[in-house]
């Protein structure tokens, strides 16, 4: 995990260290995106030998888990929250439903009918 935080992260900006660890892996994930697609390719392609295919399994399993999708997990960028987040707006009930009653989320009101 300390392998890919960065060294001068500004940790002000962050609430907890739950927050900052999801942040480090959304970067990793899209550092290793593009490697990762290619070794999957390479091991669905049967047209390929089977001694390259189990090469880049091999590669693709000695991957750091941080570079795999299933490592992010949506917080909420205001409480840290994991649970009950909205994904346009990256929140949580919560913190959500003040914002939108203080006005400051853009386009969102009070509904009444």
Not at 45 to 55: D, E, G, I, K, V
Not at 76 to 96: D, S
């Amino acid at each position: 995990m300390s392998q890919f935080r960065a060294k001068n992260l500004d940790i002000s900006s962050f609430i907890n260290i739950k927050v900052i660890r999801d942040h480090t892996k959304r970067k990793v994930y899209a550092q290793h995106e593009t490697e990762r697609q290619a070794l999957r390719y390479i091991i669905r392609n049967t047209t390929l030998s089977q001694r390259m295919r189990a090469h880049a399994q091999l590669q693709l399993s000695q991957m750091h888990a941080y570079t795999r999708f299933t490592q992010i997990r949506n917080r909420c960028i205001e409480a840290g929250k994991a649970r009950g987040v909205f994904r346009a707006f990256r929140m949580a009930r919560y913190p959500f439903r003040m914002n939108a009653l203080a006005g400051n989320i853009p386009g969102v009101k009070k509904a009444s009918w």
